[in-house]
């Protein structure tokens, strides 16, 4: 599958480095929605998640928080996602969300450079002849809700592949 490398990243071209990642089914909370932009994602995230901390959820340390994009290349407007709580002790309103296997990579700062992470990924899969769902996973570490200084953020980038 060729997978094509539209101008991504087109500032601070430095490539991630890039490794295949399984993750284990976790239970959580889902949101599913088409956010305006950038910031409506960020806006609504921080109210899901404030929302579900003061009903007394305990976040999993593990695979926190994240958003998966309906597509490899994530747009910039009309943004169709899910946003999930990964939580320690499930209740009814949770869900299992399955193992993901795929490859990932941790980008280090802010969201404006993301894209050389989406690079590094996209050229990794294409010399590896391997083939992606078509989807995208951002789990969040260290988020702007969490670091003033953008340099701290860190974001598991990650592309689920077929089985």
């Known amino acids: 599958m060729c997978i094509p490398l539209v101008g991504l ?8 480095r890039v490794d295949y ?4 089914p976790t239970f959580c ?11 409506d994602i960020e806006n609504q995230f921080a109210s899901f998640l404030l929302e579900n901390l003061k009903k007394g959820y305990m976040l999993d340390s593990n695979f926190v928080t994240l958003i998966e994009f309906d597509s490899v290349i994530p747009q910039f407007e009309n943004i169709n996602i899910q946003m999930r709580i990964m939580v320690k002790d499930p209740t ?3 869900e299992l969300y399955p193992a993901v296997y795929g490859i990932h ?15 590094a990924l996209l050229i ?32 598991d980038v990650i592309l689920p592949l077929k089985d």
């Open 9 to 16: 990243a087109k500032k601070h071209r430095k490539l991630e």
């Open 21 to 24: 990642l399984k993750t284990k």
């Open 29 to 39: 909370l889902k949101k599913s929605l088409v956010a305006k932009n950038i910031q």
């Open 92 to 94: 009814r309103e949770c």
């Open 105 to 119: 990579t941790y980008h280090r700062g802010s969201y404006e450079t993301i894209g050389n992470a989406y690079e």
């Open 124 to 155: 990794f899969a294409q010399k590896h002849n391997l083939k992606l769902k078509g989807t995208a996973i951002e789990n969040y570490f260290r988020s702007s809700f969490a670091v003033s200084d953008e340099s701290s953020m860190l974001t």
